[in-house]
Every structure is written in structure tokens, then in C-alpha cells.
């Protein structure tokens, strides 16, 4: 089992028994708020899905995750790294409110939530990892089922792990911030179905915007993020002036080529650009990354039907430090999953945590030299040579492939124009990017 399996393991009984106990619920929604609309509920489809696409025969009568018992032991065996800290820790929090149980010291499942926090990464000893499990589920400085907005979730946030720190409970905080999971869905103009659209906004003044901005090419993804991103390797240029095509591939375990439970493999266009058009990153106020789903994309089989979003970094001051990071994400898979669920199954799987990922690699590399990679704003001379879509003539779960031809150079024109107003306004973030997946049109 991988760490990442335990975790979605962890979210799956806690989805299962929100579904079943009205008063789970409304624990579990005051730190994952989707958990208000009685009507959601994805772990089961989740795990059918995943079943009916992987190549061996699978027991539908066994879990493809392990259960909360299981998990919890495995996790105990794992020291976590980056931002996998983060996303235990929270785990855990919300596992506190849906198993109260868990918050007995004399139980079992609080033996075993301990157990999974005396690590050599967050706390070494017995006694200070019940304290911190204590910490996790401390009604107290948690809000109110009516006030529980995402500012007032961040600040328990904080307020939890600078209580954390100052105790010596946890010695280090860095990849500790922001809040995983605390992408707020938002709705996109014209896209109909089951598509979910997320937004997370974090401000920080702990890297400087030459050092964050080294870390939004995508090939720095899977050396910060190795977990869940398996590949993400140049594959050379885009269709078209201004693209560069990548390699995605994403999974539960990256070590496993045959056992992992989720993976799926894609192939992605990107575009960057600094705000406004300049040659140097001295004279830029924002650095952006804008990507979708490649021509050709989905094939036939593929797991994800629409993958596109923008990254951005941003200044607030004429200093280097005070930054806004601000990304969004777009994900549709071949079941048709509601908005909701499939929010939560990215919350499970750290898919939108692309910010997290990048202040910690920032934030644990300053003062190496050249760390992370030079921004890849410089457009190719040409585009590559064209090619007829991979999948034609074939059927997918997904909406038709390819689409159509992206119109790259009026895109740039755009994201220019969009984020220029942006940073006029006070950096305020916009709901998406300016693409639609494989239509070529503007929003």
C-alpha cells in the first residue's frame, strides 16, 4: 500500500459512514463543506469506476482501497514528506469528527490515528503525538456549522498549526500551508455536465517571485509532487507558436507499473508568459501557466475527458516577497460523476494542490542555487508538424476527440489582457482560464 492509497482510503470511510449518519455529516462538513448537500456520496462510484478500467480481474467484493483500521496502520510504517504532512494531518482532523472514537485515547482507533502521527517527520514520541491528535480534534477553536467559510477554515488552519509549532509538536511548518483541500468550486460560464471547476487562492510572503516562479514549469511537478505525478516529461512542441506538450502521467502508487489502484495517463499543452510582456523576471508582475488537454486527447480509454487550468504567481508589493498564488483546474473523468464528487475525490487524491506543492518546493530549496527550472516563457519559432487525431474514427466515455485547432496566439493576447486587469484591480483571482478543452473558443 502507498502512502497516497491510505489516505484515499481514510476519505473513503469517511464518505461512507457521512452517507449512512446524518450527525457524521454535519461533523464531517464543518471541515469539508461539500459535505452539506446531503446527496453526495462518491466513494463507491469511485471505486467501481476504477474496477471496471483496471486490466486484472478485481474481487468486487474487496475494497481496491484499505479501510480506516488498515489505513491507519499502513501510514504508521510511512515518514511523510512535503506536502503529504499537510494532507495527513488534515486527514486525520476531518477522520476525528467522522469516528469520535478516534479522539479516545484508550481506544483502538485513537491508538492507531496516534500511531499514524508519531513519525519521524511530525512527532517522535507516544505522548506527543496524542497531544497533537488532541490538537487535530479540538472542538474549540474549530467555527460553526453556519460560519465554516473557507476564510474561517484557513484561519483554524493556521491557528492549528502555530498552536502545533509553538507546543513543539511540530518542528518544522514548512509544506504545512495552505490548508489542503481548499479549492472552492466555482462555476464556468457555458460548460454543461459533470465538470468540476476549482479555485485556490493563497497569499505568502515566505519565497520571493524569482524562487515560486522557477517552480511552475511542469517538469519540476513530479520532483515535488512524486507521490501522484508519475511523468510529467516535455514531449517537444505544441501544434501550434507558444505551446509545449507534456506527458502526464498521475497514480495512487508510482512505484507499482501493475498494483496501483487509480492511475491515469494524458498528455497536456501549456503556454507561459509573464505579466506584462517582458524579457526579464525583474520588470514582470505575474507569471502564468495555461494548459488543456493535447489534440488527439482523449483517446480511447483514457480516464480524464477535460484536465486544463492556469497557474499563477503574482506580486502584492514592489518588494520580492508578498506573493498571491492562484490556480485553477478543470477535471472530468469517463463516469459521470457529479461537480461535487468529483471535487472530492480530487481533495482525496491532493489532484488540485498544485500551490501546496509548489511553496513547499520553493520554500525547502531557497538558497540553492538554479533550483527548480528557468521559466519557460520564449515561445517556439514554429509549430510542430500537424497530425490527425490519435483517437479518430474511435469511440470514448469522454465527449468526441480532438475537438479542434487551438488558436494560441489570440490566447496569450487574452491571458495577458485578463491577468493585466487583474493585478490593476488588487490581484483579485478570476474564476478559470480563458480555454475551453479542444473547442478553440473564449470565455
Given amino acids: 500500500m502507498s502512502e497516497l492509497d491510505g489516505l484515499v482510503g481514510i476519505y473513503g470511510a469517511i464518505d461512507q ?76 482532523a476531518v477522520a476525528a469528527r467522522a469516528f469520535p472514537k478516534m479522539r479516545k485515547r484508550r481506544s483502538k482507533l485513537g491508538a492507531l490515528a496516534a500511531g499514524a502521527l508519531r513519525t519521524g517527520r511530525l512527532v517522535d514520541s507516544e505522548e506527543s503525538a496524542q497531544a497533537l491528535l488532541e490538537l487535530l480534534a479540538d472542538e474549540e477553536t474549530l467555527p460553526n456549522l453556519d460560519g465554516s467559510g473557507p476564510q474561517d477554515l484557513s484561519a483554524w488552519w493556521k491557528h492549528l498549526i502555530e498552536t502545533a509549532h509553538s507546543a513543539d509538536l511540530i518542528s518544522d511548518t514548512t509544506g504545512l500551508f495552505p490548508r489542503p483541500c481548499s479549492g472552492r468550486l466555482v462555476t464556468v460560464p457555458g460548460v454543461a455536465g459533470p465538470v468540476a471547476a476549482l ?125 498571491l498564488i492562484t490556480t485553477t483546474k478543470r477535471i472530468q473523468f469517463s463516469f459521470p460523476f457529479s461537480s461535487k464528487a468529483i471535487a472530492s475525490i480530487m481533495c482525496a487524491l491532493g489532484y488540485a494542490d498544485v500551490v501546496g506543492d509548489l511553496l513547499y518546493c520553493a520554500a525547502s530549496n531557497a538558497g540553492v542555487p538554479d533550483a527548480g527550472t528557468e521559466f519557460p516563457a520564449a515561445p517556439p519559432t514554429a509549430p510542430a508538424p500537424g497530425a490527425a487525431p490519435r483517437c479518430a474514427g474511435r469511440t470514448s466515455p469522454c465527449s468526441p476527440c480532438g475537438g479542434g485547432p487551438h488558436i494560441a496566439g489570440q490566447l496569450v493576447q487574452d491571458m495577458a489582457s485578463v491577468w493585466a486587469r487583474v493585478l490593476r484591480e488588487g490581484a483579485t483571482a478570476v474564476g478559470r482560464g480563458t480555454r475551453r478543452s479542444g473547442t478553440g473558443t473564449r470565455t
Fill in 17 to 92: 459512514v457521512a452517507r449512512n449518519d446524518e450527525e457524521s455529516r454535519a461533523e464531517v462538513s464543518r471541515l469539508l463543506p461539500l459535505y452539506r448537500d446531503p446527496g453526495l456520496h462518491w466513494y463507491d462510484d469511485f471505486q467501481t469506476w476504477l474496477r471496471g478500467s483496471r486490466r486484472e480481474v478485481v474481487d468486487p467484493g474487496e475494497p481496491l482501497f484499505p479501510q480506516l483500521e488498515p489505513a491507519l496502520r499502513e501510514l504508521a510504517k510511512v515518514d511523510p514528506r512535503g506536502r503529504m504532512q499537510a494532507r495527513r494531518l488534515f486527514a486525520l
Fill in 199 to 323: 479555485k485556490t487562492e493563497f497569499v505568502t510572503e515566505e519565497i520571493d517571485f524569482e524562487a515560486a516562479t522557477r517552480f511552475i514549469d511542469p517538469a519540476n511537478w513530479q520532483r515535488c509532487m512524486p507521490h501522484f505525478w508519475c511523468d510529467m516529461t516535455e514531449l517537444g512542441r505544441g501544434r501550434l507558436p507558444g505551446m509545449h506538450l507534456y506527458r502526464e502521467v498521475v497514480s495512487t502508487d508510482c512505484a507499482s507499473k501493475v498494483g496501483a489502484r487509480f492511475e491515469a495517463e494524458t498528455e497536456l499543452e501549456f503556454n507561459f508568459q509573464w505579466i506584462p510582456e517582458t524579457a526579464t523576471v525583474a520588470n514582470a508582475q505575474a507569471a502564468v501557466a495555461d494548459y488543456q488537454l493535447a489534440y488527439g486527447r482523449p483517446a480511447l480509454l483514457d480516464l480524464i475527458c477535460v484536465d486544463e487550468g492556469s497557474l499563477v504567481v503574482a506580486r502584492l508589493g514592489p518588494g520580492p516577497k508578498r506573493l
